[in-house]
């Protein structure tokens, strides 16, 4: 929906309000018309169910007002005497249109000075429940998120098992395009297996735009800080991959909002207006090699072979000694094993060891392949060599050919919304001839440290700025082998409370951390003895 859609939604939804309540309103000593005006019949409906103002806020949060609005109704009806579990039953279920009967139906009288709070035991912890559940969705959507590393993409910079907290206040929270579904779930709600959001079963997966009727358009309060190269970054996935993350099909987009695509995390090696460029498996940025800081480990596939025929095991044990440990066991080639990870640091270590013959780096230096953006046969680029190409920028002018068209596509149409044909030597933008493009916002470049095991913007081109999230600042928890499966699981503990930036070596904050809590605890309770003493 669009925001002049919404507007006369929201118009709708405060002219039935005012039909069902404004009796109530007159029963409460107000005015009939303050029932129909809208922000201002909130306030006054705040005050005759005596909630606080900021109430309101909380009913216009996308997500939050899903709680917030059926608890107002249920307050509506407490305020008239109407407070047993049946009523508060009606309320929900009749999606409020119980209001009605009570506005025009029923004989009821406001009570002025009732009893807010629960009269059970189990309608406080009803109470209480809700209430939490709103807070945590807050700080959820708008602040801090949780995200757990599920691939070995940043390998050695961020490593798999790395439980993260990701601020949404350092590129400014984006508000939540899906309005109705369940808080705090992504995509799919856990163990039912089923769609935690509302959406139309009758669309098609190669539709150019969603046709979920309560999608909000696409806004973004404040940040503090803007995308920088280098930032690690959380996003959602412009290209989807449908059920399954580790299959990548580029044909089979928006068959989700974009706010619930598959969520990934890589490091932004190029911003908006950069010109890139990938040689021998490096980032050049306008000509420049990319700088890299000081914690990100770029890793490259190797063979390596023996002086001797070894047991896996031992192999493995002598690959983990050099710290050599991503994806093992993709087993050997003609004698050969193939190291599907490795850090240039680790790779000269290995070649003293005395069991090691040789080592060859496994890179593609010519070649095209057919997977790699933008799937065009007349770009020779693969994912060791690509480019140069020019990531768009908003409000910059793109000129247009034939020969670029292929690159710059997939952003004009999927992502700014506008029909692109090419007819021989003619490009049509929405059926008019064009030879340059406008951008509407900023795009960027996204790729994992481990280069041959990391499925990024080398598969699926640019990343819009509307499908970023967050950016990763905090490692809570570090847990080695619990998503592989592993039977030998056991706690990182030099990375627990740890920063994800930051220069020098990591530095665990978990001793600060705990005695900090402890400190907490002990002057709460010194302060309440001091006051049960006075």
């Keep these: 929906m669009s925001w002049t859609q919404w507007f006369i939604f929201l118009l709708i939804i405060q002219i039935i309000h005012g039909l069902g309540t404004w009796k109530l309103y007159v029963k409460a000593g107000r005015k009939a018309w303050e029932a129909f005006v809208p922000i201002y019949n909130a306030v006054i409906l705040m005050k005759i169910i005596s909630r606080p103002w900021w109430w309101i806020i909380l009913m ?58 629960p009269k059970t035991t189990a309608g406080e912890w009803i109470t209480s429940i809700l209430f939490a559940i709103v807070a945590a969705t807050i700080v959820h959507t708008y602040f801090f998120q949780p995200f757990v590393i599920p691939s070995s993409s940043l390998e050695k910079s961020l490593l798999v098992g790395d439980f993260l907290i990701v601020s949404k206040l350092h590129y400014g929270p984006r508000v939540p395009m899906t309005t109705v579904a369940a808080p705090m779930v992504h995509d799919t709600i856990p163990k039912l297996n089923t769609k935690s959001y509302l959406f139309d079963d009758n669309f098609e997966e190669r539709s150019t735009s969603w046709k979920n009727k309560f999608q909000l358009p696409y806004l973004r309060l404040p940040g503090f800080e803007s995308v920088e190269r280098n930032d690690i970054v959380v996003f959602n996935q412009p290209a989807d991959t449908l059920l399954d993350m580790n299959v990548f099909n580029p044909d089979r987009n928006y068959y989700k909002p974009i706010d619930k695509k598959t969520n990934l995390v890589k490091r932004c090696v190029g911003i908006a207006g950069d010109t890139l460029e990938i040689r021998n498996g490096y980032v050049f940025i306008n000509g420049k090699q990319n700088k890299l800081p000081p914690r990100a480990h770029i890793q490259f596939s190797y063979e390596v072979t023996f002086k001797r025929q070894l047991q896996p095991a031992r192999i493995y044990d002598i690959l983990k000694k050099y710290d050599i440990t991503d994806g093992l066991g993709y087993g050997s080639v003609e004698g050969s094993y193939r190291i599907p990870a490795a850090t240039k640091e680790a790779i000269a270590k290995l070649k003293s060891h005395p069991e090691v013959a040789s080592i060859t780096a496994l890179k593609t230096e010519k070649g095209v392949d057919a997977g790699i953006f933008p799937r065009d046969p007349n770009y020779k680029w693969n994912t060791d060599n690509f480019g140069p190409m020019w990531i768009p920028k908003a409000g910059a002018t793109v000129q247009l050919n034939t020969e670029n068209i292929s690159i710059y596509k997939r952003a004009i149409s999927e992502y700014e919304g506008h029909k692109v044909v090419t007819r021989g030597n003619q490009i049509l933008i929405d059926d008019q001839p064009a030879t340059s493009y406008t951008f509407n916002q900023d795009y960027y470049w996204m790729m994992g440290d481990n280069r041959h095991n990391s499925i990024d913007s080398r598969y699926w081109g640019f990343v819009p700025y509307d499908h970023i999230f967050g950016k990763p600042v905090f490692i809570w928890m570090s847990i080695d082998g619990i998503l592989g499966g592993s039977n030998d699981v056991k706690i990182r503990w030099d990375r627990v409370f740890t920063t994800v930036s930051g220069s020098g070596e990591r530095t665990s904050y978990i001793i600060p951390f705990i005695i900090l809590i402890l400190g907490l605890v002990f002057f709460n309770k010194w302060r309440k003895k001091k006051k049960a003493k006075s």
């Design 60 to 117: 216009f949060l996308p997500i939050v007002n899903l709680i917030m609005i059926p608890a107002v109704w249920v307050e509506t009806a407490r305020a008239y005497g109407k407070d047993s579990k049946l009523d508060a039953l009606l309320c929900i279920v009749t999606l409020g249109f119980y209001l009605f009967y009570l506005n025009y139906i029923a004989d009821v009288s406001y009570i002025e000075d009732r009893k807010l709070s």
